[in-house]
Every structure is written in structure tokens, then in C-alpha cells.
């Protein structure tokens, strides 16, 4: 990868790819519904 990107893009890179699992780490651990595309997660009956 040295050969295509810098050391500092190679650490954004690798930070950016460990948020991102970390992110979907802490949805799964707190058990976070997904929304479905193109549709809104109903907080309240009757709400839009």
C-alpha cells in the first residue's frame, strides 16, 4: 500500500476503517434497530 498512498493517508485510512467497526460494534452491543431504506423508524403512534 506504501507504494500508492503516504503514511499519513495510509493512518486516515486505518483510522477511518476502525471507526467504522466500531461504530457498528457499539449499534450491535446497544442491539440499535436499522432503518429500512427509503422508510422512517415510527418513534410515536401516529407520528409521521
Known sequence: MKKHFSTEQLV????ICGLWNLTGRVAEALHLVVEPPGERIAFQEGGE
Not at 12 to 15: C, W
Open 12 to 15: 486516515s485510512l486505518t483510522l
